[in-house]
Structures are given as structure tokens and as C-alpha cells.
């Protein structure tokens, strides 16, 4: 069963500060894709990471993925209270399916 | 961009009642709808893969007398709740993979949820 966990569930971190969640995937993939959820709403597309190694930077934001480890990694730079959110990290699956599979999500308040 | 339309955002409906959730693609065809469930401060769980002109693929688990999909053309997919019950209260989030090709490089797109109630 293909299972994707994120790490940590909850972060609750000062503004100005650093600070990285983590993606780790049971299944082959070199699809890696990341979302943010704000209460209530849709999700809106972040960073679309295809290869290893594969490094994208939005702002403070900076993801990257290790498909050897299947390993993500979204890097939160000098934290502001904007960035309040549930992120979610997505497999995309290579067997011909085209799903994506979710991560358990990260929720991320950023106390001013 | 690619834009997904989702129908109705928010329904409330009545325990034995049946609810139709609509996911349009506006500006491109989609050969692959997804319908995902979404519970209060957890994941997204895939119910179903909506293939245009083909039956939709459920995931394990979930069933498909309750969530009845329809992908009646390249444009718009269809969830029907049925015997709706307070349990399936929940968010609806519907998906569509750009039949071109591109949903690789840029990822599908969303629809904006639909927040179904039963009462």
C-alpha cells in the first residue's frame, strides 16, 4: 500500500524563523507536486518537482526532491504570518493510473 | 491557466436525499476527472477516477451505489451522493488532468470544493 507521510503534522513557529517539512513516499515516483490549503478552501499549486533532484524556489518557500530516498522537502525562509496554511505534498503515481496519492498534510501557523 | 469549475460550494440537503456535485474543466478537455474527500483538518482520501466515456475506477473501500460518478463528455465529470446520510457530510474536491499532456509539467488542476451537509 502506498503510503505518504509528512512530518511534522503541526508546526507552530515565530515569524523571521526557519524551518523544513519533510515528504517521504513508499512507492517509486519522480513526480512530486505541493499544495497549500487555506481553511475552507481548494488547493492551490506550489511547486511541481519532476526529477531528482529537482530544486524550485516561490518566495520563502523552496522545495526539493531525492526520488533515491523519496524524500521531499518544502523550506519555509524567515517565516511571516502570510504563510498560515495546511500544506500538502502529492505522489504522483507512474503506473498509468495518473492519481495523485496526498500526504497526511502539515498545518502551519506562523505567530507574529 | 487551466481553470476547473466546481458546483455548488456549499449544499445542504436532507438525510435520504440525493446530491449532484458538478466539476467543470472551463478551458481545456479533461480525459481524466478525480474525486477526492476531504475530512476536517485531514488529507485529501481519492474516492473515484472518472474516465470520460468509460466507468469510473473507485478506490478500495468506498462505494460506488453511494458515489455515483458520470463523465459524460471531455468537459464535466458528476458526483452524485445518494440516500445521503449525516456521515457523508463532508468536502468534496474534484480534480481534472489536462487531456494534451501538460498535467504533468504543471500539475491538475482543482476545483474549489463543496462543502455537503446532511441534516
Known amino acids: 500500500e502506498l503510503k505518504v507521510e509528512q512530518n511534522p503534522l503541526f508546526l507552530s513557529m515565530q515569524e523571521g524563523k526557519n524551518y523544513t517539512i519533510y515528504c517521504n513516499y513508499s512507492t517509486t515516483s519522480d513526480r512530486l507536486y505541493w499544495y497549500r490549503q487555506d481553511p475552507g478552501k481548494s488547493l492551490e499549486s506550489l511547486f511541481v518537482l519532476l526529477s531528482n533532484g529537482a530544486v524550485k524556489q516561490e518566495g520563502r518557500l523552496m522545495a526539493s526532491l531525492d526520488t533515491k530516498a523519496r524524500l521531499s522537502t518544502l523550506h519555509i525562509t524567515a517565516a511571516v504570518h502570510d504563510l498560515s496554511a495546511t500544506y500538502f505534498c502529492?505522489?504522483?503515481?507512474?503506473?498509468?493510473?495518473?492519481?495523485?496519492?496526498f500526504g497526511t498534510g502539515t498545518r502551519l501557523k506562523v505567530l507574529a | 491557466g487551466a481553470v476547473v469549475s466546481q458546483h455548488p460550494s456549499r449544499v445542504i440537503c436532507k438525510s435520504g436525499t440525493s446530491v449532484k456535485i458538478e466539476c467543470r474543466s472551463l478551458?481545456?478537455?479533461?480525459?481524466?476527472m478525480f474525486w477526492y474527500r476531504q475530512f476536517p483538518k485531514q488529507s485529501l482520501m481519492l474516492m473515484a477516477t472518472?474516465?470520460?466515456?468509460?466507468?469510473?475506477?473507485?478506490e478500495q473501500g468506498v462505494e460506488k451505489d453511494k458515489f455515483l460518478i458520470n463523465h459524460a463528455s471531455l468537459t464535466l465529470s458528476t458526483l452524485t451522493v445518494t440516500s445521503a446520510h449525516p456521515e457523508d457530510s463532508s468536502f468534496y474536491i474534484c480534480?481534472?488532468?489536462?487531456?494534451?499532456?501538460?498535467?504533468?509539467?504543471?500539475?491538475?488542476?482543482f476545483g474549489s470544493g463543496t462543502r455537503l451537509t446532511v441534516v
Open positions: 480534480s481534472a488532468r489536462e487531456s494534451t499532456g501538460g498535467a504533468r509539467v504543471y500539475g491538475y488542476t
Open positions: 502529492a505522489v504522483g503515481l507512474t503506473s498509468g493510473t495518473y492519481k495523485y496519492i
Open positions: 472518472s474516465n470520460e466515456g468509460s466507468k469510473a475506477t473507485y
Open positions: 478551458d481545456f478537455q479533461a480525459t481524466t
